[in-house]
């Protein structure tokens, strides 16, 4: 079952304006985390924060999360050609054996 | 893609045909994972194996089988009872103590 989805599909936005993707999920999480996959390529890990942790930063990546309202963001800065990509949310809900349940991805195309 | 690896990239199987994919990581994780991935979509998981000599399956396991004979070596058989095997295929590993999954460049499985 695919536990999280993202927000918007897909996204086209031009060279130096800021990305924000979202992701809700449905059941308790002990962590979410944040992949980047190029086309055809495996997937690459971003961020991940905690149940406890609101706020995340690394480099031009922000991560929110709301517990609350069980829904995540990834904020992009400054956003470059070279970012275009799928990004998927992944949650390791509570009980789950600490697997991985994806989101089936925002593809972000970052104009030059 | 670190230090997993997966062969061969493409692969393509006549039906009634059971084909193995490899995947090897040189990283001395305890636990891996195969997951598949269908045209726009998230991942999906078909097996997970925590220890050597160990696997459980994923949601999706049935027409697929696999064995963890060794630490570095998790290979996924797609057997002829899997009546959609084409997709793209991605093995992962991680730590034990750790939640990151680390993931392999992918196997492209056609059905001619």
């Known amino acids: 079952s695919q536990q999280g989805e993202e927000d918007p599909q897909a996204l086209s936005i031009q060279e130096g304006e800021n990305a924000t993707m979202n992701c809700s999920y449905k059941?308790?999480?002990?962590?979410l985390q944040w992949y980047r996959q190029n086309s055809g390529r495996g997937l690459v890990h971003l961020i991940l924060?905690?149940?406890?942790?609101r706020e995340k930063h690394s480099g031009r990546l922000r991560v929110t999360l709301d517990t609350s309202k069980k829904s995540s963001s990834l904020l992009i800065t400054a956003s470059r050609a070279a970012d275009t990509a799928s990004y998927f949310c992944a949650t390791d809900a509570t009980g789950s054996a600490r697997q991985l349940t994806f989101g089936s991805g925002t593809q972000l195309t970052v104009l030059p | 893609d670190g230090g997993i690896t997966q062969s061969p990239k493409y692969l393509f199987r006549k039906e009634g045909q059971n084909v193995t994919l490899s995947c090897e990581q040189n990283l001395n994780h305890d636990a891996m994972y195969w997951y598949r991935q269908d045209p726009g979509q998230g991942l999906r998981l078909i097996y997970y194996?925590?220890?050597?000599?160990?696997?459980q399956k994923g949601d999706i396991a049935e027409g697929y089988s696999v064995s963890r004979e060794k630490k570095e070596s998790f290979p996924l058989t797609v057997t002829s009872a899997q009546k959609n095997p084409t997709a793209f295929y991605l093995c992962?590993?991680?730590?034990?103590?750790?939640?990151?999954?680390?993931f392999g460049p992918g196997t492209r499985l056609t059905v001619l």
């Open positions: 924060i905690r149940s406890n942790e």
């Open positions: 059941t308790s999480i002990n962590n």
């Open positions: 194996s925590q220890i050597v000599n160990d696997f």
């Open positions: 992962a590993s991680k730590r034990t103590s750790t939640d990151t999954q680390y």
